[in-house]
């Protein structure tokens, strides 16, 4: 999928998030990459779409049942003025957006293992076999350990937008889960990798809501292939 458009489908999903989180326990979605270009128009994309909705917009809602990100049906409307901060953390510069008082999306350039978030999304086929890069990175990093844990889902018949979670075991900083959201490696077209990838993203942000996430690290993993 274009950069361009994955951002705002990413955009989309993370103002969603923050119609919903009001007194839940995320505070923090961190969105990493290791290419430093990506993240360049990640976040350019980003402070356009969030200036663009900088007065007045509807309350989003995350329909959970369809696996979509919508509008209200019955909106209610509410200032929204997101803030935007610039700051360096060692090496790394990360550009950071509040969306509310005590809600942020964070975007910087990384490896992902090493985000020390309490947990890591990522994309995953249905056979479980890690093709995507970063994925694969991940399970690299995590080791026998691991795999062990990604053993017990290898016999159920998965569909596109499951969320699986296992244990990211001792290598990592401050990660205590991977999330898993699966999708068909080979999307009929454009359109279909969309609403895939809008399964995906409902579906991550419903499960850190559920276990109780702090901040979660995504990878820019609708921006190319299985």
């Known amino acids: 999928m274009p950069l361009d458009i994955c951002a705002k489908q990413y955009a989309t999903a993370v103002l969603s998030a923050s119609a919903e ?18 993240v360049i128009h990640m976040k350019q994309t980003f402070s356009s ?17 369809s696996a979509s990100v919508r509008p209200l049906d019955n909106p209610t409307w509410e200032i929204f003025l997101p803030k935007y901060v610039k700051f360096s953390k060692g090496d790394v510069i990360c550009h950071e957006y509040q969306l509310k008082q005590d809600f942020s999306v964070l975007v910087y350039t990384g490896n992902i293992v090493h985000s020390a978030t309490n947990a890591i999304a990522c994309l995953e086929d249905k056979e479980l076999k890690h093709n995507n890069a970063c994925t694969k990175a991940i399970f ?9 844990e990604v053993d017990k889902y290898r016999q159920k018949e998965l569909q596109c937008g499951d969320i699986l979670t296992v244990d990211a075991g001792k290598k990592f900083d401050e990660t205590v889960l991977i999330v898993m959201a699966i999708v068909s490696e080979n999307p009929e077209n454009g ?21 109780g996430i702090y901040n979660m690290a995504i990878p820019l993993f609708g921006a190319g292939k299985l």
């Open 21 to 38: 989180i009001d007194g839940s326990s995320l505070k923090e979605i961190h969105f990493v990459d290791i290419d430093p270009e990506k």
């Open 140 to 148: 690299d990093f995590g080791g026998k350990e691991l795999k062990t």
């Open 191 to 211: 359109q279909k990798w969309i609403e895939n990838i809008n399964i995906c993203n409902a579906n991550v942000l419903q499960k850190a809501l559920q276990e």
């Open 49 to 65: 779409v969030f200036n663009d909705s900088a007065h007045w917009i509807p309350e989003l809602s995350l329909s959970i049942n």
